[in-house]
């Protein structure tokens, strides 16, 4: 079983930047692939980005596309977010999750799932 915190949210002027990380406990962390999904009110959950369990390939929704990065540190059992050129439609809960089978851009792929961290990005 893996458990998932994130930290780093906050609220941030629009073009500013960010960096959310996702502290894991748990075995065999090294073996999920990890995503991103964000919640804005209202709105359903939306993917942001994954990386496969070796860090070596992302993919990102093109909405984020060129302005967040996606990375991880499998020793420190960590995945970071980095975001910069934020923009007020940015905002949202940002959770980060666990995929035993490989990343995807589909929320039910994943099997363990974070509380959440609030990014607010204002205009």
């Known amino acids: 079983q893996v458990q998932l915190v994130e930290s780093g949210g906050g609220l941030v002027q629009a073009g500013g930047s960010l960096r959310l990380s996702c502290a894991a406990t748990?075995?065999?962390?090294?073996?999920?692939?990890m995503g991103w999904f964000r919640q804005a009110p209202g709105k359903e959950r939306e993917f942001v980005g994954t990386?496969?369990?070796?860090?070596?390939?992302?993919y990102y929704a093109d909405a984020v596309k060129g302005r967040f990065t996606i990375s991880r540190d499998n020793a420190k059992k960590m995945v970071y977010l980095q975001m910069i050129s934020l923009k007020p439609e940015d905002t949202a809960v940002y959770h980060c999750?666990?995929?035993?089978?490989?990343?995807?851009?589909?929320?039910?792929?994943?099997?363990?799932w974070g509380q959440g961290t609030q990014v607010t990005v204002s205009s």
């Open positions: 999750a666990a995929a035993i089978r490989g990343g995807s851009t589909w929320s039910y792929e994943y099997d363990y």
């Open positions: 990386i496969s369990w070796s860090g070596g390939s992302t």
């Open positions: 748990g075995r065999a962390f090294s073996s999920y692939a």
